[in-house]
C-alpha cells in the first residue's frame, strides 16, 4: 500500500495528493508518469508525477475528480494507502541547449506544466509560464508557476482573471513582440496543443506536446496509446508522453480519445455493479 501524506484540494473538481513512495520518488524525472490502482477492483489509471521529493520518498499527482476511478481516489483521506503504484513510467523531458522557454499549460494540465517549467527553472533557463483557465475561479497553482518563471501570464477564457483570451493568442503576442523562445512545450487539452502547434510552426519554434492518448499497462505491450508521428507510429507511454507537435496527428488522436466515450459514460461493472471509468 502506498500512504497517502498530504491532500489538499485545489477546486472544486480538482485534488492534489502527496504520496509516500520512496523508489519512484529517486528516479522521477519531469515528463513521467504514473499508474495507480485504488484498490483491487480499480482499473490502471495513468497520471502525471507533478512533482517529486527524494529525500522525503514522496511524489506529488494533481488529478480531477471526472469518473469513477478518479472519484474513489479523491474519496482517500491522508493516512489512508492506495493499493498499486508504478512507475517512474515514460521517457523524461530532454530540452537540450535552450536559453528560454514558454511552457504552456491549459486547465488541469498545468499540473503536468509545472514540473517541466520547474525542472527549466532550476536550470537556469528563462522561463514563461502561460497559463489558461476558463475562469478565475478553477485557477490552480498560480502561486507554484510563478516561483519558476521568469514570466507568469495567466490567462482566462472570459476574462476574470489576468490576460482576457486563450493562451495561443498570449503566445502569439509575445512571439511577435520579440520574445526568442528557443523551445515551447506545451500541456493540456488535445485542441489546446494542436493550435499551440499551428501557433509556432510558422516561427520554426521548436515545440514539445505531452500526449494524453488511451492507455492500459504504460509498458508499450497493448497497443492502446498509439499515436502517428511524423507518419510513424508510436506509443505515448513508452516513446513519449513528449513528441514534436508539428509532427503529431493531432485529429487521429482526438477520434481515438473518443472511441469509447459512451462505453466510459453508461457502463456498468460486472463485479460491482458501479460505473468505473476514470
Given at each position: 500500500?502506498?500512504?497517502?501524506?498530504?491532500?489538499?484540494?485545489?477546486?472544486?473538481?480538482?485534488?492534489?495528493m502527496?504520496?509516500?513512495?520512496?523508489?519512484?520518488a529517486?528516479?522521477?524525472?519531469?515528463?513521467?508518469?504514473?499508474?495507480?490502482?485504488?484498490?483491487?477492483?480499480?482499473?490502471?489509471v495513468p497520471?502525471?508525477?507533478?512533482?517529486h521529493?527524494?529525500?522525503?520518498?514522496?511524489?506529488?499527482?494533481?488529478?480531477?475528480?471526472?469518473?469513477?476511478?478518479?472519484?474513489?481516489?479523491?474519496?482517500?483521506?491522508?493516512?489512508?494507502?492506495?493499493?498499486?503504484?508504478?512507475?517512474?513510467l515514460?521517457?523524461?523531458t530532454?530540452?537540450?541547449?535552450?536559453?528560454r522557454?514558454?511552457?504552456?499549460?491549459?486547465?488541469?494540465?498545468?499540473?503536468?506544466?509545472?514540473?517541466?517549467?520547474?525542472?527549466?527553472?532550476?536550470?537556469?533557463?528563462?522561463?514563461?509560464?502561460?497559463?489558461?483557465?476558463?475562469?478565475?475561479?478553477?485557477?490552480?497553482?498560480?502561486e507554484?508557476?510563478?516561483?519558476?518563471s521568469?514570466?507568469?501570464?495567466?490567462?482566462?477564457?472570459?476574462?476574470?482573471?489576468g490576460?482576457?483570451?486563450?493562451?495561443?493568442?498570449?503566445?502569439?503576442?509575445?512571439?511577435?513582440?520579440?520574445a526568442?523562445?528557443?523551445?515551447?512545450?506545451?500541456?493540456?487539452?488535445?485542441?489546446?496543443?494542436?493550435?499551440?502547434?499551428?501557433?509556432?510552426?510558422?516561427?520554426?519554434?521548436?515545440?514539445?506536446?505531452?500526449?494524453n492518448?488511451i492507455?492500459?499497462?504504460?509498458t508499450?505491450?497493448?497497443?492502446?496509446?498509439?499515436?502517428?508521428?511524423?507518419?510513424?507510429?508510436?506509443?505515448?507511454?513508452?516513446?513519449?508522453?513528449?513528441?514534436?507537435?508539428?509532427?503529431?496527428?493531432f485529429?487521429?488522436?482526438?477520434r481515438?480519445?473518443?472511441?469509447?466515450?459512451?462505453?466510459?459514460?453508461?457502463?456498468?461493472?460486472?463485479?460491482?455493479?458501479g460505473?468505473?471509468?476514470?
Amino acid at each position: 500500500m502506498y500512504k497517502i501524506l498530504r491532500k489538499k484540494r485545489l477546486n472544486d473538481s480538482i485534488v492534489l495528493m502527496e504520496i509516500e513512495a520512496p523508489f519512484i520518488a529517486r528516479k522521477a524525472k519531469a515528463g513521467q508518469f504514473i499508474i495507480y490502482r485504488v484498490d483491487e477492483y480499480g482499473e490502471r489509471v495513468p497520471l502525471t508525477i507533478a512533482d517529486h521529493d527524494s529525500e522525503k520518498g514522496s511524489i506529488t499527482i494533481i488529478f480531477q475528480t471526472i469518473g469513477g476511478s478518479t472519484k474513489a481516489l479523491a474519496q482517500l483521506e491522508e493516512g489512508d494507502g492506495i493499493l498499486d503504484v508504478v512507475g517512474p513510467l515514460g521517457t523524461a523531458t530532454e530540452y537540450g541547449e535552450v536559453k528560454r522557454v514558454a511552457v504552456v499549460g491549459g486547465g488541469v494540465g498545468c499540473a503536468i506544466a509545472y514540473p517541466q517549467a520547474k525542472a527549466l527553472f532550476n536550470a537556469g533557463v528563462e522561463v514563461d509560464v502561460i497559463a489558461g483557465f476558463r475562469s478565475k475561479d478553477i485557477v490552480i497553482l498560480e502561486e507554484e508557476m510563478k516561483a519558476v518563471s521568469a514570466r507568469f501570464h495567466l490567462c482566462t477564457d472570459d476574462g476574470s482573471a489576468g490576460y482576457h483570451g486563450f493562451v495561443t493568442d498570449k503566445l502569439k503576442e509575445l512571439i511577435e513582440n520579440g520574445a526568442q523562445f528557443d523551445e515551447v512545450i506545451a500541456i493540456g487539452p488535445v485542441p489546446m496543443m494542436k493550435f499551440v502547434s499551428k501557433t509556432t510552426e510558422p516561427y520554426g519554434i521548436k515545440t514539445l506536446v505531452s500526449l494524453n492518448p488511451i492507455m492500459v499497462d504504460g509498458t508499450g505491450m497493448c497497443g492502446g496509446c498509439r499515436v502517428t508521428v511524423d507518419g510513424k507510429i508510436k506509443y505515448a507511454c513508452v516513446d513519449g508522453p513528449d513528441f514534436d507537435g508539428h509532427k503529431v496527428d493531432f485529429d487521429e488522436l482526438m477520434r481515438r480519445n473518443s472511441t469509447y466515450k459512451s462505453f466510459e459514460r453508461d457502463h456498468a461493472c460486472r463485479l460491482t455493479g458501479g460505473v468505473r471509468n476514470a
